[in-house]
């Protein structure tokens, strides 16, 4: 990871992926103890700033670092001197000042999480940064579906629904493809980012705005998107209804996705608007892996965590 941080899936390559999920996996086993910490971290302090409401990544990495024994803390907007007027440089550099060893930060800005790399010498993990990337949300979806299907290599995963205000699609994707995987994005051609096709051309994935016809020839995922009705300051798409029966992942694409392959993946990064992009029915089946995701969130940013903070360092290793 460039510099002692993880800003982007452009800054760490296929080996280092798959050493963070080979890690994840070890730390997964955490989960299933009765005594739920390692002392890896013992001595360390994380910092959770976030500029956005989340439940999932801040939570996961909040309970990530205190399993690995670090001092975490939490710091809102709603709650700093930044809703006071204060600079995100000043905040950031203010947090840095008190000596901690590694930033998790969230923003609504597109490039924060570089910025605030810019101007501190803690580690600085993005937890999202507008539309732009999020890194760790890649890498849990990485391990759910690796654990699911094994070697991704060949693996053909859709990925559905508003690509673009979306953050998690770049990420995936780079991540994906880096470990072999075949990737079509999916989506309206009014949720399709400008200058796609060129994107497309360079990075070697497919893209297509007929989810049926995808489904119909074959995947072994499906990952659905959340429409971002909060990020939308026009009309995307004409009405909700409209939208589901077009794009969504309603009770017979579910039907057919599973006759087609019982093995087939459902992902969602969450969180999810039921009944637009995801029926009740396909959220809930037997091959929705969104709660795996979410205990795979906590495994990949223990793993991140420790290979930013403790790699390397004999005394903190993380075997029992």
Avoid at 47 to 55: A, G, Y
Avoid at 166 to 192: D, E, I, Q
Wanted: with cysteine; glycine share 8%; proline share 3%.
């Amino acid at each position: 990871m460039t510099r002692r941080h993880l800003l982007s899936i452009d800054d760490v390559d296929e080996g280092q992926i798959r050493e963070i999920l080979a890690t994840a996996g070890e730390m997964h086993d955490v989960q299933h103890r009765e005594v739920k910490k390692l002392p890896a971290l013992r001595g360390r302090t994380v910092v959770n700033l976030f500029f956005e409401d989340s439940t999932r990544t801040r939570s996961s990495f909040e309970i990530a670092g205190k399993w690995l024994s670090a001092d975490v803390i939490n710091i809102s907007a709603k709650g700093s001197s930044a809703s006071k007027g204060e600079s995100l440089r000043d905040t950031a550099m203010t947090v840095a000042a008190m000596g901690v060893d590694a930033l998790v930060i969230r923003h609504s800005a597109s490039g924060a999480a570089h910025q605030v790399s810019q101007w501190i010498d803690a580690a600085v993990i993005n937890a999202g940064d507008g539309t732009h990337e999020h890194p760790t949300q890649a890498l849990l979806d990485a391990y759910t579906l690796q654990r699911h299907h094994g070697d991704l290599a060949g693996r053909h995963i859709a990925i559905v629904g508003d690509l673009t205000h979306s953050r998690v699609v770049r990420s995936n994707l780079l991540c994906l493809t880096k470990l072999g995987a075949r990737v079509t994005l999916v989506a309206p051609v009014t949720l399709m980012p400008s200058g796609i096709a060129s994107w497309a051309a360079a990075e070697g994935f497919s893209v297509s705005s007929d989810l049926d016809e995808v489904l119909a020839g074959g995947v072994d995922a499906v990952m659905m998107l959340r429409v971002q009705k909060e990020r939308m300051s026009g009309g995307y798409f004409p009405t909700p209804r409209e939208y589901t029966i077009g794009y969504g992942l309603t009770r017979p694409r579910l039907d057919a996705l599973v006759a087609a392959n019982p093995e087939v993946a459902i992902c969602h990064p969450g969180p999810m608007n039921r009944g637009l992009e995801i029926s009740a029915d396909a959220a809930d089946a037997a091959q929705s892996l969104v709660l795996d995701q979410v205990s795979a969130g906590v495994a990949v940013r223990m793993s991140v965590l420790y290979h930013l903070l403790a790699s390397g360092e004999p005394d903190r290793g993380y075997a029992a």
